[in-house]
């Protein structure tokens, strides 16, 4: 048990030491809001002071649809990061993600690393965070409800990382059993049950599945931003980039594709995948998504500029989100979700 602690921990560190210091993006797949254009409303009537970019997040009302999303815990480095990340949440009054919380289950030393986020994000909704894997080997689910307790959480993700477990050292690319148990989940816990992917994205088929067995929210996390499988070949030193370095589904195909089974399911559907700026997250929006979401470029900026920093360059992208509602004729979220974008083979 000991050896699989240290494993876990190590792991942790050498993900949040290659997420800060070495290239692990996709390259050679965007996340394709770049093939979109939004459609200029000349004619807006719109008083620029007056637009309104709050929004709901399960019921509660946050400053801007983007929650700072799940990547660091369990370690000590994590401690004061995310401290930090829980600062920059409760001052702007969004949502934050926990890392996962496996460790959380395997070594109590290091629940003060998770502890800490609900210690600095009393006013905002927290997310606790477990892995698949984990969820298929759990016979029962007091595990799952000492995780949500632990952080406070107001609702609990679910994070699907398949393509990272079959690349990674060590990995458990066993799932066998995962809806059973996730609809047996959603049953007897109080909060919503997320489902996020890690950056492989989740298709249409996979989310009516989850939706179907209880799912309340969908994070669609697509192709484009960090690559997960990136970065098990950099920690593993592979000497060749695997073909799997840019496997998944770009981020704006996913968001459409989910979006479809809004006709039929009511769930909140989170955009994320390489969103880093507000043009983007407004365009995530447009095309469907009810809230964005971010984990590296956050992580990055905290950790070299500092908390307040890193709350300007919230606020800075969605001043760009609000010039983008001007531009639009939207005056909130709502209207700008019934924006239109136009595909660039439709303008030229």
């Given at each position: 048990m000991e050896d699989k602690i240290n494993t876990t921990s190590e792991r942790k560190k050498d993900h949040i030491d290659l997420c800060l210091n070495e290239s692990v993006v996709f390259n050679n797949k965007t996340n394709g809001f770049d093939k979109y254009h939004f459609d200029h409303f000349a004619a807006?009537?719109?008083?620029?002071?007056e637009i309104d970019l709050s929004s709901k997040f399960f019921g509660k009302k946050i400053t801007y649809p983007f929650l700072i999303s799940c990547m660091t815990g369990g370690t000590d480095e994590a401690n004061a990061i995310n401290a930090n990340l829980a600062v920059i949440a409760n001052e702007i009054g969004i949502p934050i993600g926990v890392g996962s919380q496996r460790q959380a289950l395997e070594n109590s030393s290091f629940h003060k690393s998770y502890k800490v986020i609900r210690q600095n994000a009393k006013s905002v909704p927290v997310l606790g965070n477990i892995g698949a894997a984990q969820i298929s080997e759990l016979n029962h689910n007091d595990s799952i409800k000492f995780l949500i307790d632990l952080v406070e959480a107001d609702a609990m993700v679910i994070h699907l990382n398949a393509a990272q477990e079959v690349v990674q050292e060590k990995g458990e690319p066993n799932f066998?059993?995962?809806l059973k148990k996730i609809?047996?989940?959603?049953?007897?816990?109080?909060?919503?049950?997320i489902v996020k992917e890690v950056g492989a994205g989740i298709n249409k088929k996979s989310a009516k599945l989850l939706l179907d067995n209880g799912i309340r929210g969908i994070d669609v996390a697509g192709a484009g931003g960090t690559s997960w499988t990136a970065v098990e070949f950099k920690r593993n030193n592979s000497p060749n980039e695997n073909?799997?370095?840019?496997?998944?589904?770009?981020?704006?195909?996913?968001?459409?594709?989910?979006?479809?089974?809004?006709?039929?399911?009511?769930?909140?559907?989170?955009?994320?995948?390489?969103?880093?700026?507000?043009?983007?997250?407004?365009?995530?929006?447009?095309?469907?998504?009810?809230?964005?979401?971010?984990?590296?470029?956050?992580l990055i900026s905290v950790v070299n500029n500092g908390i307040e920093k890193t709350i300007n360059e919230i606020h800075y992208m969605f001043e760009n989100v609000k010039k983008v509602?001007?531009?639009?004729?939207?005056?909130?979220?709502?209207?700008?979700?019934?924006?239109?974008?136009?595909?660039t083979e439709d303008i030229y």
């Open positions: 807006t009537e719109i008083d620029y002071n066998k059993g995962l609809n047996k989940l959603t049953k007897e816990i109080s909060i919503p049950l073909e799997l370095w840019n496997w998944g589904l770009p981020t704006t195909y996913c968001i459409k594709e989910v979006n479809k089974l809004k006709k039929k399911y009511y769930f909140t559907l989170i955009a994320s995948g390489g969103i880093t700026n507000g043009f983007e997250i407004a365009k995530a929006l447009i095309l469907g998504a009810d809230i964005t979401a971010s984990a590296r470029p956050i509602m001007y531009l639009n004729g939207a005056s909130n979220i709502k209207e700008l979700k019934k924006c239109r974008l136009i595909k």
